[in-house]
């Protein structure tokens, strides 16, 4: 049966269709925000996946290009590989909803999203994230839902609530949150420098929308949502448990895993489990979920020791950052690099510089995105956690990864104006024992001081961990977070910034939500760590960017020419500017607003570069002294190229101040000479003198060359006076001709 349901949001009006479009899936909502249109569904397989110890979800956020009216680029014409964009949204859905499926449950679930219409004042983003989490809850699939999302920016220093396009060119802040009943179960942000205050104000402000959401999501699950279906649990069973203590008790566990090294703790515990496969093996139900078994043993001990006893793994105090390590310049030949070392976590960054041309195009359904002028890309190479796979180029994780460090440099970069490159950063991870990704934004903005790019502040990343009890009040948060805490702990906040403020939040969760208190000391440990981070390790590599680019990097140098002038500098079919770069060697790069960047290697050459643009496009006047090419000899002169398409001719008489017989005696072609614009005429063409006597900058023309004027007029006059005489005479001499010829008629007559 087909039921629409409507609530105003944000001043819009958001729409749920149910059971008018893919009624065979578990759930399905027809969302509409405003003129954005996403289906929404969710599926559930009828038995859990075999051989597996993880929930098997699958988020898939689909651009379509035909939603803003485009057809795709390239020879295919249809939507290929999902964008980063696509990949970073499937992320954000996924992060707030896995933590609300059983624990137990192994059945695969996929969550799709096709864009279909796009509205760029009403997000597809967010409407996708609450179309998935309606289209879940009105499913027959178990979960713990509803939970809702809200979008904040913030403009001229006020909050606004799901930021139309307008307002997110404007917005110092770009807030994702999601919530439950009752918690923050997700944080999503990019910012300008906030003050972690505003931040916190922000964060609860979006939980008090969803509270609204989520209600509006009650009425609907009421009437349309299904019974939830019943499910093979995956769950340990408990003698398992049993059986596992009497062999491994639990001092020899909390032994085995309590170390700071994690060679060794995984040492410790693969011995653990081949005794104990040993033990069990002739129970093969039980071999099948061990591994997901020692699994949770871990965990429970490593959360009983972290919350009863303040004990970490590694020993450290809960508000302890392990040991710090920060170089630059590692690899001679590139642009840019530098290493940041925390614990068993190590990040090689390399910046390289390019002309803006190399900035990454983008083709989405975002209008306002046609481009990105800093890429930051992670990897993470299967050796930095001691293991051996092939390399498949890069996975969610690692465009996640890279798209938050990427986040919170962004705010720092100089403008284009500033600094005309493209910019490139890759975080190689060296090593990996938790907080990668944090050390990624240190490691770049290092690295980017050193090739010289102008950053305003240095950026550090910090990462905060959580273990909680049966209440609300019963939790501990710890400071920088290492590989296992993360896997057993419940939350891994990560945060940048700089001394001023906040320029990048991500929070993963694996409970269901946050509360007020916890929310506010994550951020204050994380604003404390990462300040010591900036002033004690960063800071001794490398205070401030270098005030020039590297020797290897690129030069570029820019200047503004009238855009009508634009077709001059690049010519014919482009053979102005192709001449510029085949005898420069450089690259020029011409914007319609008539911005010109030049980039080379050889300064020189850049100049000379610019020399030859200026004199294009600069109007040539009387006066003027310019240096120019002998490009063509005639016996009167010689033609000189000032710029290309721009010639003048210096005359027999002005190739010195001694008379010149013959012009190949002066100059020959090929000669680089200078000369002085003596005349440019009506027609265009170009009077100009080599003589030492016109070169005075202070002499007006004018002046040098009345006297040629007035020598021209007196042989103009001669010239006239002689045509006149001439004429004179022709007319005599037809007169006494045609007398001649009267008397001979005359005379013939007579005869």
Same mark, same amino acid.
């Given at each position: 049966?087909? =039921?629409?349901?409507?609530?105003?949001?944000?001043?819009?009006?958001?729409?749920?269709?149910?059971?008018?479009?893919? +009624?065979?899936?578990?759930?399905?909502?027809?969302?509409?925000?405003?003129?954005?249109?996403?289906?929404?569904?969710?599926?559930?397989?009828?038995?859990?996946? $075999?051989?597996?110890?993880?929930?098997?979800?699958?988020?898939?956020?689909?651009?379509?290009?035909?939603?803003?009216?485009? *057809?795709?680029?390239?020879?295919?014409?249809?939507?290929?590989?999902?964008?980063?964009?696509?990949?970073?949204?499937?992320?954000?859905?996924?992060?707030?909803?896995?933590?609300?499926?059983?624990?137990?449950?192994?059945?695969?679930?996929?969550?799709?999203?096709?864009?279909?219409?796009?509205?760029?004042?009403?997000?597809?983003?967010?409407?996708?994230?609450?179309?998935?989490?309606?289209?879940?809850?009105?499913?027959?699939?178990?979960?713990?839902?509803?939970?809702?999302?809200?979008?904040?920016?913030?403009?001229?220093? $006020?909050?606004?609530?799901?930021?139309?396009?307008?307002? +997110?060119?404007?917005?110092?802040?770009?807030?994702?949150?999601?919530?439950?009943?009752?918690?923050?179960?997700?944080?999503?942000?990019?910012?300008?420098?906030?003050?972690?205050?505003?931040? *916190?104000?922000?964060?609860? =402000?979006?939980?008090?929308?969803? %509270?609204?959401?989520?209600?509006?999501?009650?009425?609907?699950?009421?009437?349309?949502?299904?019974?939830?279906?019943?499910?093979?649990?995956?769950?340990?069973?408990?003698?398992?448990?049993?059986? *596992?203590?009497?062999?491994? /008790? %639990?001092?020899?566990?909390?032994?085995?895993?309590?170390?700071?090294?994690?060679?060794?703790?995984?040492?410790?515990?693969?011995?653990?489990?081949?005794?104990?496969?040993?033990?069990?093996?002739?129970?093969?139900?039980?071999?099948?979920?061990?591994?997901?078994?020692?699994?949770?043993? %871990?965990?429970?001990?490593?959360?009983?020791?972290?919350?009863?006893?303040?004990?970490?793994?590694?020993?450290?105090?809960?508000? %302890?950052?392990?040991?710090?390590?920060?170089?630059?310049?590692?690899?001679?030949?590139?642009?840019?690099?530098?290493?940041?070392?925390?614990?068993?976590?190590?990040?090689?960054?390399?910046?390289?510089?390019?002309?803006?041309?190399?900035?990454?195009?983008?083709?989405?359904?975002?209008?306002?995105?046609?481009?990105?002028?800093?890429?930051?890309?992670?990897?993470?190479?299967?050796?930095?956690?001691?293991?051996? =796979?092939?390399?498949?180029? /890069?996975?969610?994780?690692?465009?996640?990864?890279?798209?938050?460090?990427?986040?919170?440099?962004?705010?720092?970069?100089?403008?284009?104006?500033?600094?005309?490159?493209?910019?490139?950063?890759?975080?190689?991870?060296?090593?990996?024992?938790?907080?990668?990704?944090?050390?990624?934004?240190?490691?770049?903005?290092?690295?980017?001081?050193?090739?010289?790019?102008?950053?305003?502040?240095?950026?550090?990343?910090?990462?905060?961990?959580?273990?909680?009890?049966?209440?609300?009040?019963?939790?501990?948060?710890?400071?920088?977070?290492?590989?296992?805490?993360?896997?057993?702990?419940?939350?891994?906040? +990560?945060?940048?910034?700089?001394?001023?403020?906040?320029?990048?939040?991500?929070?993963?969760?694996?409970?269901?939500?946050?509360?007020?208190?916890?929310?506010?000391?994550?951020?204050?440990?994380?604003?404390?760590?990462?300040?010591?981070?900036?002033?004690?390790?960063?800071?001794?590599?490398?205070?401030?960017?270098?005030?020039?680019?590297?020797?290897?990097?690129?030069?570029?140098?820019?200047?503004?020419?009238? /855009?009508?002038?634009?077709?001059?500098?690049?010519? =014919?079919?482009?053979?102005?500017?192709?001449?510029?770069?085949?005898?420069?060697?450089?690259? *020029?790069?011409?914007?319609?607003?008539?911005?010109?960047?030049?980039?080379?290697?050889?300064? $020189?050459?850049?100049?000379?570069?610019?020399?030859?643009? +200026?004199?294009?496009?600069?109007?040539?006047?009387?006066?003027?002294?310019?240096?120019?090419?002998?490009?063509?000899?005639?016996?009167?002169?010689?033609?000189?190229?000032?710029?290309?398409?721009?010639?003048?001719?210096?005359?027999?008489?002005?190739?010195?101040?001694?008379?010149?017989?013959?012009?190949?005696?002066?100059?020959?072609?090929?000669?680089?000479?200078?000369?002085?614009?003596?005349?440019?005429?009506?027609?265009?063409?170009?009077?100009?003198?080599?003589?030492?006597?016109?070169?005075?900058?202070?002499?007006?023309?004018?002046?040098?060359?009345?006297?040629?004027?007035?020598?021209?007029?007196?042989?103009?006059?001669?010239?006239?006076?002689?045509?006149?005489?001439?004429?004179?005479?022709?007319?005599?001499?037809?007169?006494?001709?045609?007398?001649?010829?009267?008397?001979?008629?005359?005379?013939?007559?007579?005869?």
């Amino acid at each position: 049966m087909f =039921k629409s349901y409507s609530m105003e949001l944000a001043g819009r009006t958001l729409t749920v269709e149910v059971g008018r479009v893919a +009624k065979q899936a578990s759930g399905a909502a027809f969302m509409h925000y405003g003129d954005t249109v996403v289906l929404s569904t969710a599926t559930a397989s009828d038995k859990p996946r $075999e051989g597996i110890d993880f929930f098997p979800l699958s988020v898939e956020y689909e651009e379509k290009l035909y939603a803003v009216g485009k *057809i795709p680029g390239g020879f295919n014409k249809r939507e290929g590989k999902a964008s980063e964009n696509s990949v970073l949204t499937s992320r954000v859905i996924d992060r707030p909803m896995r933590p609300l499926f059983p624990k137990d449950y192994r059945n695969d679930v996929t969550l799709d999203n096709i864009v279909m219409s796009v509205d760029q004042d009403c997000s597809p983003e967010l409407t996708a994230m609450l179309g998935s989490a309606i289209a879940t809850c009105i499913s027959d699939i178990p979960f713990d839902g509803p939970c809702a999302t809200t979008q904040i920016g913030m403009v001229d220093g $006020e909050l606004v609530v799901n930021p139309t396009q307008a307002q +997110k060119q404007a917005s110092d802040m770009a807030l994702t949150v999601a919530s439950t009943r009752e918690k923050v179960i997700m944080i999503e942000a990019g910012a300008n420098e906030v003050a972690e205050d505003i931040m *916190i104000e922000a964060i609860f =402000k979006a939980h008090s929308v969803n %509270q609204e959401v989520i209600k509006f999501i009650d009425t609907i699950v009421a009437e349309c949502g299904k019974p939830k279906h019943t499910y093979i649990s995956c769950a340990v069973p408990e003698e398992l448990f049993a059986a *596992i203590r009497e062999i491994v /008790p %639990q001092e020899e566990m909390e032994v085995a895993v309590f170390t700071d090294d994690k060679q060794t703790r995984e040492d410790n515990i693969r011995n653990i489990t081949a005794k104990l496969e040993e033990a069990f093996a002739d129970k093969e139900e039980w071999l099948a979920v061990l591994g997901e078994a020692i699994y949770q043993y %871990q965990k429970k001990t490593v959360r009983k020791m972290i919350l009863k006893d303040h004990k970490r793994p590694d020993g450290r105090a809960v508000d %302890q950052i392990r040991p710090l390590a920060a170089e630059i310049d590692m690899l001679p030949r590139v642009h840019g690099s530098a290493m940041f070392t925390r614990g068993q976590t190590q990040i090689l960054n390399i910046c390289t510089l390019a002309p803006l041309s190399e900035s990454q195009r983008l083709d989405g359904i975002d209008d306002m995105e046609t481009s990105k002028r800093y890429m930051h890309h992670y990897n993470f190479p299967s050796f930095s956690v001691g293991e051996t =796979k092939p390399s498949r180029g /890069p996975g969610r994780r690692e465009i996640g990864h890279g798209a938050l460090a990427e986040r919170a440099l962004v705010p720092v970069l100089p403008s284009e104006e500033e600094f005309p490159y493209a910019i490139r950063t890759v975080s190689e991870t060296m090593e990996s024992n938790g907080s990668t990704s944090q050390a990624s934004i240190c490691s770049s903005s290092m690295s980017l001081m050193a090739a010289g790019v102008p950053i305003k502040s240095a950026v550090a990343g910090i990462s905060c961990g959580l273990v909680t009890g049966d209440t609300d009040d019963d939790y501990i948060v710890l400071t920088d977070i290492q590989g296992l805490e993360d896997f057993f702990g419940d939350m891994d906040f +990560k945060v940048g910034g700089t001394h001023k403020g906040i320029t990048a939040i991500q929070m993963d969760i694996k409970i269901h939500g946050l509360t007020r208190p916890i929310i506010e000391e994550a951020i204050r440990r994380t604003r404390e760590a990462r300040i010591y981070i900036l002033d004690e390790v960063m800071a001794k590599a490398i205070a401030e960017p270098r005030t020039e680019v590297g020797k290897y990097a690129p030069k570029i140098e820019q200047i503004s020419i009238d /855009p009508q002038k634009i077709g001059d500098v690049v010519g =014919k079919q482009g053979k102005v500017i192709n001449k510029i770069i085949e005898e420069t060697g450089v690259k *020029i790069d011409i914007s319609d607003d008539g911005s010109v960047s030049v980039c080379g290697t050889d300064k $020189e050459m850049i100049a000379r570069a610019i020399e030859i643009i +200026k004199s294009i496009v600069t109007d040539i006047e009387a006066g003027a002294i310019m240096k120019g090419k002998v490009v063509r000899i005639m016996n009167f002169g010689a033609f000189v190229e000032l710029a290309p398409n721009k010639d003048g001719m210096v005359h027999i008489s002005k190739l010195s101040d001694k008379r010149v017989e013959k012009v190949e005696d002066a100059v020959n072609i090929g000669d680089e000479v200078t000369v002085r614009v003596m005349e440019v005429d009506k027609m265009g063409r170009i009077n100009l003198s080599m003589k030492p006597g016109d070169m005075d900058p202070n002499v007006d023309v004018s002046t040098l060359d009345s006297g040629r004027r007035d020598s021209d007029r007196r042989d103009s006059g001669r010239r006239d006076s002689g045509r006149r005489d001439g004429g004179r005479r022709d007319s005599d001499r037809r007169d006494s001709d045609r007398r001649d010829s009267d008397r001979r008629d005359s005379d013939r007559r007579n005869s």
